[in-house]
């Protein structure tokens, strides 16, 4: 049994989501005229309580739309030094949007309001690039998944409202979040400008993401979609699936919490595991005592057994959980952890 514990990414359609795509109505969406992902889009513009919404093939696609939206070339945007938006879309803020990235040494991937106000260029100094943006990320991916307190995200609203600081979510793994804390979309909705979801993680669909806003903000977002070549036609297919996923793969999240949990607790017990970090959703990040096993020998020794994990750099591992792992999958992959320690 081959057992990929690289990403919540690797999911395949289940078959009532792949029936969902294959009676999906479709249409050309260039031209708006696919129903299926209009009826997407109005979901989701729904439960987040904002205007409008807009459907795109990657979360990075749909973060980079954001900051394109909110900034000019020369500004500046604040985010963690963990931020997916500065170490894994590319470069693409550069590329993009022209726009520097003033990096918060936060914890876990996140901010503290105060860490937020300090890293806020005066807006008379000339010399230094003008702040416009705020993006914070829920959960935080390199951070382990880890939760935002809802009140600190509140705090950094205010200081962006006084600040006049757009504040972007990227929130590819939100559910998660919502999920584990009992949040709605809703309370959410009424905090950022711009929040972009993804489809295609924990929900389990093999494509898409969303991006939510005002009205003024999606019309403008239509054409940098455009631009970054986004635009896609019969795109009802994979629409449908996200509205299945919507519909049917969110409370189960708790399901992959539980498991992750379950893997940290075997882990920690481990001679050769020198830390696992606070498991809150699906991701465990951990780190190997080298001088007792070193990762690579991990790694080659999980892949012996058929299961695949992901290195993260700096010593550490990761482990994700999702719709594909299975209950038979969890009790082997345990049995072999302890077999190890
Ligand atoms: C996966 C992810 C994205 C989007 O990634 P794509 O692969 O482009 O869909 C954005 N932000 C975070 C935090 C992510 O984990």
Not at 194 to 205: D, E, N, P, Q
Not at 209 to 229: C, N, P, W, Y
Request: aromatic content about 6%.
């Amino acid at each position: 049994m081959e057992i990929n514990l690289i990403s919540d990414t690797v999911t395949k359609p289940t078959p009532p989501m792949l029936k969902a795509m294959m009676e999906a109505e479709v249409g050309d969406d260039v031209f708006k005229n696919d129903p299926t992902v209009n009826a997407l889009e109005s979901k989701v513009a729904e439960m987040f309580g904002m205007e409008a919404a807009l459907f795109f093939p990657s979360g990075s696609m749909v973060n980079q739309t954001a900051i394109k939206l909110h900034t000019n070339p020369g500004e500046q945007l604040i985010c963690d030094k963990y931020a997916h938006v500065f170490n894994y879309e590319g470069g693409g803020a550069s590329f993009n949007s022209g726009v520097s990235c003033r990096l918060v040494d936060g914890h876990r991937g996140m901010m503290t309001a105060e860490q937020v106000e300090a890293a806020i260029n005066p807006p008379d100094f000339y010399h230094s690039p003008l702040t416009s943006l705020v993006c914070i990320e829920n959960t935080t991916n390199k951070g382990g998944g880890a939760c935002w307190d809802f009140e600190e995200l509140k705090k950094i609203r205010k200081v962006c409202e006084e600040q006049n600081l757009a504040f972007h979510l990227d929130g590819a793994r939100l559910w998660n979040a919502m999920v584990k804390k009992g949040e709605s979309p809703k309370q959410y909705g009424a905090l950022f400008d711009t929040i972009s979801v993804c489809l295609s993680k924990g929900l389990g669909c093999p494509v898409g993401s969303v991006l939510v806003g005002t009205e003024k903000h999606i019309h403008d977002a239509i054409r940098i979609r455009k631009i970054l070549g986004g635009g896609m036609r019969q795109a009802g297919f994979l629409a449908a699936a996200g509205i299945y996923a919507l519909e049917n793969h969110i409370d189960r999240l708790a399901d992959d919490h539980q498991k992750a949990i379950e893997i940290g607790d075997v882990l920690s017990t481990l001679n050769f595991i020198k830390k696992v970090e606070p498991i809150e959703t699906n991701i465990i990040i951990f780190e190997l005592d080298e001088t007792k096993m070193t990762s690579q020998a991990f790694l080659n020794t999980l892949k012996e057994h058929q299961i695949s994990i992901i290195g993260m750099g700096q010593g550490k591992l990761r482990i994700v959980t999702h719709l594909d792992y299975s209950d038979d999958m969890h009790k082997n992959f345990l049995e072999v952890l302890r077999i190890l320690g």
